[in-house]
T-cell receptor, first 114, second 110 residues
Framework: DAMVIQNPRYQVTQFGKPVTLSCSQT?????MYWYQQKSSQAPKLLFH???????NEADTPDNFQSRRPNTSFCFLDIRSPGLGDAAMYLC?????????????FGPGTRLTVT | QKEVEQNSGPLSVPEGAIASLNCTYS??????FFWYRQYSGKSPELIMF????GDKEDGRFTAQLNKASQYVSLLIRDSQPSDSATYLC??????????FGTGTKLQVIP
């Protein structure tokens, strides 16, 4: 089945220790998104790739970086995690340019910072 | 002013009743509108999308869009306890950006 996959599902890291979260998709979608969601809050868009074009949100901290080496994979790098970065990180994909552009989410990665 | 607004709830309805969830948005240029269901600790699951004014039905779910009033709603007929979740309204504007509301928590009472 076509899907969005995130690894790991749970990640524990230490304060200041870099961490990388991964997302892959078999939907052949051209747009991939990263969201941060904290408890009882709306998902907050961090950035997205439209094909190879990177689009950063103005309020995304520099501590968050992303890479998209190919159509199927996208990575979220947190260079120096702080306690405030503990959250669920959601990857989503969509296909733009076909008239339907609904967004599908992966299962998320729950990040804990100790 | 929030870009996408929803009543946080909780909205409590008895089993078998119709649940009505509402959402308003501020960007008049928005073209795509989505409803997601999110269970606690899980990721959002797309349940409805709508692009044109009017109603769109899919099983027990009906999405309604009124662009003039900048209003989108979701009706759930014959509500079941398994429908108890947070429902997120999402609106897509320019540059593929999707903005989410904070969600309405629905409780279906058996």
């Amino acid at each position: 089945d076509a899907m969005v996959i995130q690894n790991p599902r749970y990640q524990v890291t230490q304060f200041g220790k870099p961490v990388t979260l991964s997302c892959s998709q078999t939907l052949n979608h051209n747009v991939m998104y990263w969201y941060q969601q904290k408890s009882s809050q709306a998902p907050k868009l961090l950035f997205h790739y439209y094909d190879k074009d990177f689009n950063n949100e103005a309020d995304t901290p520099d501590n968050f970086q992303s890479r998209r080496p190919n159509t199927s994979f996208c990575f979220l790098d947190i260079r120096s995690p702080g306690l405030g970065d503990a959250a669920m990180y959601l990857c989503a994909t969509s296909r733009e340019g076909t008239g339907t552009d609904e967004q599908y989410f992966g299962p998320g990665t729950r990040l804990t910072v100790t | 002013q929030k870009e996408v607004e929803q009543n946080s709830g909780p909205l409590s309805v008895p089993e078998g009743a119709i649940a009505s969830l509402n959402c308003t948005y501020s960007d008049r240029g928005s073209q795509s509108f989505f409803w997601y269901r999110q269970y606690s600790g899980k990721s959002p699951e797309l349940i409805m999308f709508i692009y044109s004014n009017g109603d769109k039905e899919d099983g027990r779910f009906t999405a309604q869009l009124n662009k003039a009033s900048q209003y989108v709603s979701l009706l759930i007929r014959d509500s079941q306890p398994s429908d108890s979740a947070t429902y997120l309204c999402a609106v897509k504007g320019g540059y593929q950006k999707v903005t989410f509301g904070t969600g309405t928590k629905l409780q279906v009472i058996p």
